[in-house]
């Protein structure tokens, strides 16, 4: 079992940076993969970014692509999301997840969430 825990929210002007962290216990962590959703008021929830139980590949959301990197280090149980040249549009609250297949864009393939971190990006 995985129970994640996000921090590093905030408010960040356009064209900042911010790194989230997903704090996650549990055994099993390198196990599973691991996922950034977001959801913006009144957006579906969206995948950002995922990253193989090994940390071995990466995929991103097309909007994202190039600005935000995804990675882990499993001797920690901790994920990590690098937001680079943030825009407004990137205002959401961001969640992290734990699934057993890599790369799944819908949020039902994921069986644990944390509570989600709030990113506010000012224009």
């Known amino acids: 079992q995985v129970q994640p825990v996000e921090s590093g929210g905030g408010l960040v002007q356009a064209g900042g940076s911010l790194r989230l962290s997903c704090a996650a216990s549990?055994?099993?962590?390198?196990?599973?993969?691991m996922g950034w959703f977001r959801q913006a008021p009144g957006k579906e929830r969206e995948l950002v970014a995922a990253v193989r139980g090994s940390g071995s590949r990466a995929c991103y959301g097309d909007s994202v692509k190039g600005r935000f990197t995804i990675s882990r280090d499993n001797a920690k149980n901790t994920v990590y999301l690098q937001m680079n040249s943030l825009k407004s549009e990137d205002t959401a609250v961001y969640y992290c997840?734990?699934?057993?297949?890599?790369?799944?864009?819908?949020?039902?393939?994921?069986?644990?969430w944390g509570q989600g971190t709030q990113v506010t990006v000012s224009s």
């Open positions: 997840a734990g699934g057993v297949t890599f790369c799944n864009t819908n949020p039902r393939g994921y069986v644990y």
């Open positions: 549990g055994r099993t962590f390198s196990s599973y993969a």
